[in-house]
């Protein structure tokens, strides 16, 4: 199927299509089912253009850094992720469509694969997270409840760690979890890969 330039792509079940997002591509995809697509996401900014859609074994893929936005509002189910993303959120948003008081109606994220994307700072809303695949260490899944149990202990933490568990403890309470990069971590709390190992040992359960 072709699809035009600027075109909102909506109310479709596609199936096995190629669909590119992005400034000389289509605009979004609206009230669809897709099956075995490969997405293709070419953003400067902002979120992927993706609303109340279902997709089912499809690939996302970001050609560029997509940052400070969410995949909310559609449900992803044997989904596989490539690219960068950072600062961004998946899974079941917490909060109403923003300018209302309407839930979402889509959200889930079902055995999707992030093995392929990098994710620094990524996170998870009311998702099962060990149903999902992510790359091994030097990236890192830290599971809320253990954030919690940390920023409530007496220990001492190195760098700015504290000031990043601190903040972690004032998350909505549907945060299932934060996936991170050793790099990334080590940047913004001002430590070494050495200290940023010994606490997550700390924190314990983490996925990597």
Not at 35 to 59: M, S
Not at 103 to 126: H, S
Not at 136 to 147: G, S, T
């Amino acid at each position: 199927m072709e699809f035009k330039q600027h075109e909102r792509i909506s109310d479709h079940h596609l199936v096995g299509e190629t669909i590119r997002i992005g400034d000389d591509w289509a605009e979004s995809i609206v009230r669809c089912t897709l099956e075995n697509c490969h997405i293709i996401i070419d953003v400067p900014r902002g979120g992927p253009g993706i609303h109340d859609c279902q997709l089912t074994e499809c690939t996302i893929e970001a050609k560029r850094r997509m940052k400070d936005s969410s995949f909310f509002g559609s449900d992803y189910t044997r989904c596989k992720f490539k690219g960068k993303f950072s600062g961004m959120d998946f899974g079941r948003s917490p909060w109403p469509i923003p300018g209302t008081d309407i839930p979402f109606k889509y959200g889930r994220l079902i055995d999707c694969d992030f093995t392929e994307a990098t994710l620094d700072l990524c996170r998870f809303f009311n998702v099962d997270i060990a149903r999902q695949k992510f790359a091994p260490w030097p990236q890192f899944v830290i599971p809320h409840d253990r954030e919690l149990v940390a920023a409530g202990s007496n220990s001492s933490w190195p760098g700015k760690f504290a000031e990043y568990l601190a903040v972690a403890a004032q998350e909505n309470p549907a945060l299932t979890a934060t996936a991170g990069t050793v790099a990334y971590f080590m940047k913004r709390n001002a430590i070494t890969q050495e200290e940023l190992q010994q606490a997550l040992e700390k924190i314990g359960g983490i996925i990597r």
